[in-house]
């Protein structure tokens, strides 16, 4: 069955650190991966999407994420966090014939001045 | 940019009620979605609906549940009869068709209460 594991479910950082958040996947086929953020009180946001391709895809908002197929991982990344960016962030996977998308539990992001 | 637009963004309901949550998607999608997230879980999908028929559902989605497409705009799901197990945030997604694949966005969501 597909899965997807976020490891860290609570992550601090200081504005101007770089940032690093996991996702690892489980997935019979060739995966989609996708990292929404949502805002408190507010929807799921398209951050990113990796379809197939370059396994360095860039976003919205500065992030970006590296597709490694041997490590079943798809890791957020951004170089210089802005207190902005404080919020939860969700990985999910697709694919594969199916409409659906599995998420994570999510990942919730604090920013410290 | 166009959004998808969720109402109410809460709903209040009495257990056994008939509740109707209502989604506009973008207007040249043509895939919908309803996902749900109980408090302190994960997003879980219910249903995906595509040419006016439901295309993929889950496990969650059972007699209780149902969409329609009204009309050329609205995507609505309905729950027949609530539970308190029920109440969580419901998000409505819609996704373009077109040359590769394409993603989903998500609208604010609806908070659905049971009492």
């Known amino acids: 069955a597909q899965s997807v594991t976020q490891p860290d479910i609570h992550i601090t950082v200081s504005e101007g650190a770089s940032l690093e958040l996991r996702c690892n996947y489980s997935?019979?086929?060739?995966?989609?991966l996708f990292w929404y953020v949502q805002s408190p009180g507010q929807g799921l946001q398209l951050l990113l999407k990796?379809?197939?391709?370059?396994?360095l895809v860039q976003g919205i908002k500065g992030f970006e994420a590296e597709f490694k197929r041997s490590q079943s991982s798809f890791n957020l990344r951004k170089p210089s966090v802005h207190w902005s960016d404080a919020a939860e962030y969700f990985c999910?996977?697709?694919?594969?014939?199916?409409?659906?998308?599995?998420f994570g539990k999510g990942t919730k992001l604090t920013v410290n001045p | 940019e166009p959004e998808v637009t969720q109402t109410p963004s809460h709903q209040v309901t009495q257990m056994g009620q008939e509740v109707i949550l209502r989604c506009v998607p973008i207007?040249?999608?043509?895939?919908f979605y309803w996902y749900r997230q109980i408090l302190g879980q994960k997003v879980e999908f219910l249903v995906s609906?595509?040419?006016?028929?439901?295309?993929?559902k889950s496990e969650i989605f059972d007699d209780q549940f149902s969409v329609e497409r009204p009309d050329g705009s609205n995507f609505t799901l309905k729950i027949r009869s609530t539970k308190l197990e029920d109440s969580a945030m419901y998000f409505c997604?819609?996704?373009?068709?077109?040359?590769?694949?394409?993603?989903?966005?998500f609208g604010d969501g609806t908070r659905l209460s049971i009492l």
């Open positions: 997935y019979g086929a060739t995966p989609y």
């Open positions: 609906f595509y040419n006016n028929e439901i295309s993929e």
């Open positions: 997604a819609s996704r373009a068709q077109g040359l590769g694949s394409q993603p989903q966005h």
């Open positions: 207007s040249n999608h043509l895939y």
């Open positions: 999910a996977v697709g694919g594969g014939g199916s409409e659906k998308l599995v």
């Open positions: 990796y379809f197939s391709g370059d396994t």
